[in-house]
């Protein structure tokens, strides 16, 4: 049985102009854990569970991270993550590095759509 997410991003840039855009994504297989990574830790792994072509994520942390992806269109690339990340695209690997000085609490959430 598929489930949903429903998801809305607004980016307003510092002239004023506003940019929103609202999905609903629907998944079969999905993959949450919450992690501890500790500082120093650089591209630790991520189990994708079930999850065997994932396309979305969501990561939510406590410190600067950086991930880094391997899609399938592009190779790798590194993103920097603050507190949020989302991602509603094909990626088949998920990275994790931690060079913030301190321990990182880390929450994810990756799914896959229906074929």
Do not use: C
Not at 54 to 72: A, H, K, S
Not at 76 to 101: C, K, M, Q, R
């Amino acid at each position: 049985m598929a489930e949903s997410i429903n998801s809305r991003v607004t980016i307003t840039r510092s002239d004023g102009k506003t940019y929103a855009k609202a999905k609903t994504i629907n998944y079969e297989k999905k993959k949450e854990e919450t992690l501890i990574i500790a500082t120093a830790t650089d591209d630790q792994q991520l189990d994708l569970g079930q999850v065997t072509s994932p396309d979305f994520l969501y990561i939510e942390t406590d410190q600067d991270l950086t991930i880094t992806l391997n899609t399938t269109a592009a190779g790798n690339e590194d993103y920097p993550v603050s507190s949020h990340f989302v991602l509603h695209g094909a990626f088949t690997d998920l990275y994790i590095s931690n060079n913030s000085g301190s321990t990182a609490t880390v929450t994810v959430f990756i799914a896959e759509e229906p074929a």
